[in-house]
């Protein structure tokens, strides 16, 4: 029979909450101290904070958004919030939340941003559409196919015509079509818009990425998108 000790606890006995947290506690430390590095000026304290939270982040987020549709967006807004991080370190309170609790929460209010403007984004793509039609009906009824067959009909409306203008690179002006019109959110879709294809996945995000983080811009100073787009 195993004795208890003097202080009534049996030091034989397994502690699986012990052993199960100390694994959270170690990586607590870990991004603790990468994230002190970063205030201190680290050079290679950020790249230390993406190894150490990016899949514990996209982890934590794919369980409030299992559903496979939302798998980019969830990336994406997981890499969001640690480069906002990585540019902003200050903001973060230790004393407040663990830094992958702060990031999950930024990227999940992202995510919940662009839930909530699923359906302002598609009343305006039946607007666009609407407006298309009355400009060139018999046109646009006419085409049919895929996206690359009918956006060439559109090329010279009014509202595209102004696209058209702004954004003189006809892969960008897919893009818009894609992404801004039809909802496409594939990295793999765009990619093979702006002729991509070849470059490894994680340089195609990262082009695909700034390619529209820049035509958002764009469209925002021309009352084309909103904010949250």
Same mark, same amino acid.
């Given at each position: 029979?195993?004795?208890?000790?003097?202080?009534?606890?049996?030091?034989?006995?397994?502690?699986?909450?012990?052993?199960?947290?100390?694994?959270?506690?170690?990586?607590?430390?870990?991004?603790?101290?990468?994230?002190?590095?970063?205030?201190?000026?680290?050079?290679?304290?950020?790249?230390?904070?993406?190894e150490l939270l990016l899949d514990p982040l996209v982890r934590a987020l794919r369980r %409030?958004?299992?559903?496979?549709?939302?798998?980019?967006? &969830? !990336?994406? /807004?997981?890499?969001?919030a640690l480069v906002q991080h990585i540019r902003a370190a200050e903001r973060y309170d230790p004393a407040r939340a663990s830094l992958l609790g702060w990031l999950v929460w930024q990227a999940n209010?992202?995510?919940?941003?662009?839930? %909530?403007?699923?359906?302002?984004?598609?009343?305006?793509? &039946? !607007?666009? /559409?609407?407006?298309?039609?009355?400009e060139d009906e018999a046109r646009f009824l006419d085409t049919v196919g895929g996206a690359s067959d009918r956006y060439p009909v559109l090329e010279n409306t009014g509202m595209w015509g102004r696209i058209r203008a702004a954004f003189p690179d006809r892969r960008e002006r897919e893009l818009i079509w894609r992404c801004w019109v039809e909802g496409e959110r594939s990295t793999e879709v765009a990619a093979a818009v702006l002729g991509l294809s070849s470059l490894p996945f994680a340089e195609q995000r990262r082009q695909v990425k700034s390619v529209k983080d820049r035509i958002r811009k764009q469209l925002q100073r021309m009352g084309l998108a909103d904010e949250q787009d």
């Open positions: 029979m195993v004795q208890a000790d003097a202080g009534g606890s049996d030091s034989s006995e397994p502690q699986p909450a012990e052993t199960d947290a100390r694994p959270e506690r170690e990586l607590q430390a870990r991004v603790l101290e990468a994230h002190q590095r970063l205030l201190d000026g680290d050079p290679v304290a950020s790249a230390d904070l993406y %409030r958004w299992p559903d496979a549709s939302w798998a980019e967006a &969830v !990336e994406d /807004a997981a890499v969001d209010a992202d995510l919940i941003n662009v839930y %909530r403007s699923a359906q302002r984004q598609f009343e305006r793509n &039946v !607007e666009i /559409a609407s407006q298309l039609r009355n």
